[in-house]
Structures are given as C-alpha cells and as structure tokens.
C-alpha cells in the first residue's frame, strides 16, 4: 500500500481529513473514541507487527527520520538540529499507538494532551499525512516479507484516530491560548552544587497548577524542549521560579545554570501533569523529594499554605549527602511558619546524626501511610524505590503521585 499527501478526501484516505470537525476532546465521551475502534483482528496485526520490527526500532528511526526529511524538507526545521538524544521518542510513540487506540478511555485525554503539546513544535493539521506515509513506509520496510495490506490498512486506521485525536485538540487549544510563552529571566540564584534557581515573568498571563510541570526552550539550543518544575504555587505578579540542577554533560540545563542572565528570554509550553493538589483523596499528604525534586513540591506545599493549611502534610527530603540536602533551609522556614507541615531529612552515604539512610528505608521507618496521599518527585531511582516501599506498607498505588520519567506524554493517565 502506498500513502500520498492526498488533499483530504476523508471518504478514501487512511489519514484524518485536516479540516474535518473537530470533537470536542474536552467534553466528549470516551465512547466518542470508540465510535472508530480497531477490531480485535487488526490490533492483533499491529501488535504482531510490532514484535516484528521491535528489535530493528533503532535503524528504523534512523529511517524513518531519513525519508520523513528527504521527502517533507519543510518539516525539518521544527526538529533539533542534532537529534541524536531524542531521536527515538517520536517513533516509540508511533510504535505505541495500538495501546492507545485499543484503549478509548485513555484515547481523548492522553491524545488530547499529545496534540496541544505538539503546538509548541509549531505541528499543523498538514503534517500529520506526512508522517503517517513515512511512518507506513518504515514499517514496510523493516518487517519485510511480514507485511502486507491487511497490516498496512490496519496500522493507517490506528494512525488515523489517533492523529485525529491530536489534531481536534490542538485545534481547541489553539481557540484559547497561545502554543508558546515568551518569558524573560528576571532573577537568577546560583545556589552552589551545579543548581540554580531561575525566576521568569512570561509576558502574557500563564495559568497553571501547582505541582505541575513546563516544558522550557532557551535561546541557546533552540528546538531542544525540556521540562523544569516550577517550585512555587502561583505568584499574584505571575513569576515562576525553576530550581534546575546542571547535569553533567546536559545541554539546556549546563546554560540555563551557568550561562543564562538576567534579561534573557526562554520560550514555556503549556503546563501539564496531574500531580496536583486536586488529585489528593485524603487530609493527610506524604511529599517525598530527592535534590530538585523539591520544586513542585515546594510549589505544593504552598498551595496547601494559600489555601489556608487545610492538610497535614509530611515531607521527607533526601540526598546522598548532607552537603547535596537542598532546600532544607527554605523548607524548615516554612516549617516553622505552618503548625500542618513537618520536615525530616534522610542522608543516605555519609554519616548525619538523625539523617541517615535513603528514602524509602527512612519512609519505612515512619509510618503508616496508607491513609495518606503521596506525592513522590526526584530521581526515577528513588521515585521507583519509594513507590515499592509505599505500596508494599499498604498505601493504595492510584493514591501515589509522581510525574512521568522520561517523556511525560508518552505516560498514560
Ligand atoms: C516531568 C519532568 C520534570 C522535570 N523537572 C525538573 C526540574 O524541576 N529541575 C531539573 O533540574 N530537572 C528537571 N527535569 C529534568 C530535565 O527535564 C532535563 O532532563 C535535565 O535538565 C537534563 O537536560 P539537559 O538538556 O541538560 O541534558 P540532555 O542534553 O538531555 O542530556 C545530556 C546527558 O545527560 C543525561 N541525563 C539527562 N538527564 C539526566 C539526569 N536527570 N541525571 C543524570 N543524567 C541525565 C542524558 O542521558 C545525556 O546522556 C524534569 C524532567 C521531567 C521529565
Ligand atoms: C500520531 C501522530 C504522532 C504521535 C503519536 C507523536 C508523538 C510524539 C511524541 C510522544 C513525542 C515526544 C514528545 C516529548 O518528549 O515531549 C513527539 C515529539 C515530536 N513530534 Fe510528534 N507525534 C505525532 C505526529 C507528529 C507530527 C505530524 C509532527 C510534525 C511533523 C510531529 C513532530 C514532532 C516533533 C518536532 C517532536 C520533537 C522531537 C524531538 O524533540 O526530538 N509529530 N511526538
């Protein structure tokens, strides 16, 4: 089977017809997915496909990026300029879609998200052939005498939903805010150990929920997003304030914590993640917070103070050593301030009176949280390993909060 750009003809192409109402992704039923499922036969097919070219998922991506350049050239300039890192996302995505489309609950909130996302890369409604035809193209090729058109037909059905998805929310979104926020750096704090705190005042009103995180782009590395917590709720002047710690070797933080300035401006996307106070079933809270972890926590446990201390809330700040204890100076302040909120610190490799071990033994220590609402934020390590001891002393897995690990729109609600 051979995919063209064809101007939209939604009767006969296996893609989404770009100007085709949009449903309403925020009040639409899950069935409303439904209404176009896969049958069980043919995501049976797309899941086989996949064991298939699985194993090839590296070249493939290097082809896929190859023909989707060498045929859409127009479409190069939203990618960073060397991909290497990233390369995999957009593809492991792709390669993921059946796990959306056989799902139609998830289907509208998590595409939904995906869409509104994609506007900051500047995606339009006419670019989503382009990479279904590559997309299909790749397939083909990499599984070979596997292939055939009943595959084919399946694999642009579930592209097509999805895509559709997609492209109805980004359509909405567009209708009520902007893709991108101009923000500039108006404070910048160096506070040793290769962290920053670094505050922007974006230049039209940015809405958002403490606890949730934003997708940053510096002038440096354009094209290159990546995500920064705010570490405050939000502010009456509408600043934000990011703790960013430099990693060794990172592109976007090494210059948001040693090169950025007072005056500089940063590009924000929209805010996302569920890790808010909304999300808490319980009075009670259990924050967890390794290094710059602390910041939407930080941010939490301000909102908790705006409105009016109404949970009790426990946080546990942890580091390898007493040097790397970040924060716990602000926090303690807080402490002192707000009778709902106690602090405790866990150093895991060096000696510390009253501070020793790792998170999740100095968790287990304490306790029980069962009838508590976590919120977990740090390294995925110990994100991971708090998460297991948490569920293992008998706190409920949905009442465990903590934001995706490495791509956030590629977590499913
Ligand atoms: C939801 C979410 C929220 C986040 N919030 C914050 C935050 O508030 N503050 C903050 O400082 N960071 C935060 N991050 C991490 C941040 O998005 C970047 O991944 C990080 O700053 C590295 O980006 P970079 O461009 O400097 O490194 P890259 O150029 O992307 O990576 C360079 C090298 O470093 C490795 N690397 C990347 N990240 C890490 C890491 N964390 N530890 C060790 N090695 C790494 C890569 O594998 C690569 O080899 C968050 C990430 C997510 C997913
Ligand atoms: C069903 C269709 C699509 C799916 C499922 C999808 C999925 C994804 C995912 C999960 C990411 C990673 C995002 C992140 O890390 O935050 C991504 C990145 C990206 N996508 Fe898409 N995408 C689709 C279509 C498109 C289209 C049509 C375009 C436009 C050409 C596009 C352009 C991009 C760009 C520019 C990136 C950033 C890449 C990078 O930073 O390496 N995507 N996509």
Known sequence: ???RIKRPDSSTSPFPHPEAPAPDVHTAAPEAAADAPLSAYEIELIRTSVSVVEPLAEEMTVYFYAILFARFPEVRPMFPPGMDAQRGRLLRALLRIVDLVDDPESLVRFCGHLGRDHRKFGTLPAHFPAVGECLLASLARYAGPAWTQEIAAAWAKAYGVVAD???SAAEQDA????AVWSATVVHLLRRGHGIAEVTVRPHLPYAYAAGQYVSVETPWYPRQWRYYSPANAPREDGTLTFHIRAVPGGTVSEALVHRAVVGDVLQLGAPMGDMVLEAAAFDDLLCVAGGTGL?????LVEEVARR???????LFLGARTGAQLYGVDDMLRMSQRHHWLTIRGAVSHEYVPGLRGSLPQVLAEYGPWYQHDVYLSGPVPMVVSARETLTLGGTPPDRIHHDPFETPVLARP
Do not use: E, L, Y
């Open 1 to 3: 089977m051979k995919f």
């Open 165 to 167: 998805v997609m492209i």
């Open 175 to 178: 209708r009520v805010r902007p």
């Open 295 to 299: 910041a939407p926590i930080r941010a």
């Open 308 to 314: 009016g201390g109404r949970h009790q809330v426990d």
